[in-house]
């Protein structure tokens, strides 16, 4: 396995800036097919960045020749595929699935599998059509029976638009959640109560959820109705309004609960 290592870290290292840091290793072969410009390293293959780790038993490493301005060319990494038990962590976030692929040029990654997965502070993350992330508008995409959970609460959506903003030391921390239904209205389960909706925003930082659009609260067969609702996630609470922001009709079904 050693000289595989070696071998792919001379040959990265005729890349950019951008690609040198990269290492690949792998516990059977890599073979480098000069003509078609690609690498693929075979059994547990392993790629790190820094701090960015990407396994699978199968990584593909396509890289193109570029001329640059002073007319000497130089062999660019374009692409990493990553097949069969993909794991990866990238900045903390830990993401498993069956297929990873990342486009340097336009900096996208997207993660798939029978769910894709994702780990993060906010909790688990999974994707039956995958997870895409989007680096240079610093946002992801997550698509099809997106299920968030942790110890606290769970949201069902069939999408997923999460905003991040990155501390100094290029850290991301989600800063706004975007919440869609498609079929099915979008679900937001605690211990006290079930919530309903259209569209929602998940504000991580505030702990809270806004729920727009036929929003429907059941809380022990108790049934609210109206517009618009907020979920604080640290009591558990919802607050029924009409509208956010201003009055509006509300209405509500209680039921008399026998006493034991």
């Known amino acids: 396995m050693k000289k595989y290592l070696l071998s792919l870290i001379c040959l990265l290292t005729s890349y950019t800036a951008h690609a040198q840091n990269i290492i690949i290793d792998a516990d059977q072969k890599v073979e480098w097919y000069r003509d078609e410009q690609k690498i693929i390293a075979y059994g547990n293959a392993v790629a790190t960045k820094g701090n960015n780790i990407l396994k699978g038993n199968k990584l593909t490493a396509v890289y193109e020749t570029v001329q640059l301005e002073d007319k000497t060319q130089k062999d660019q990494l374009q692409k990493i595929f990553s097949d069969e038990n993909v794991w990866l962590n990238i900045n903390g976030s830990i993401g498993t699935g069956t297929h990873f692929e990342y486009d340097l040029p336009t900096a996208i990654a997207k993660l798939t599998g029978n769910p894709a997965k994702l780990q993060n502070e906010t909790g688990d993350i999974t994707a039956t059509n995958g997870i895409t992330y989007y680096k240079k508008e610093n946002k992801s995409i997550a698509l099809g029976n997106v299920i968030i959970k942790n110890d606290e609460y769970t949201i069902y959506a069939n999408k997923m638009i999460s905003y991040f903003e990155s501390d100094k030391q290029g850290q991301n921390s989600i800063k706004r959640v975007e919440i869609y239904a498609d ?71 209680f039921h008399n609960k026998k006493k034991k």
């Open 183 to 253: 079929n099915q209205p979008i679900k937001i389960i605690n211990k006290q109560a079930e919530v309903t909706g259209k569209r929602g925003i998940y504000l991580p930082r505030e702990d809270k959820i806004k729920i727009y659009e036929n929003v429907v609260i059941n809380q022990n067969n108790d049934i609210l109705r109206g517009n618009y609702a907020e979920t604080d996630l640290k009591t558990g609470i919802s607050r029924l309004l009409g509208q956010e922001n201003k009055s509006g009709r509300v209405t509500g079904i």
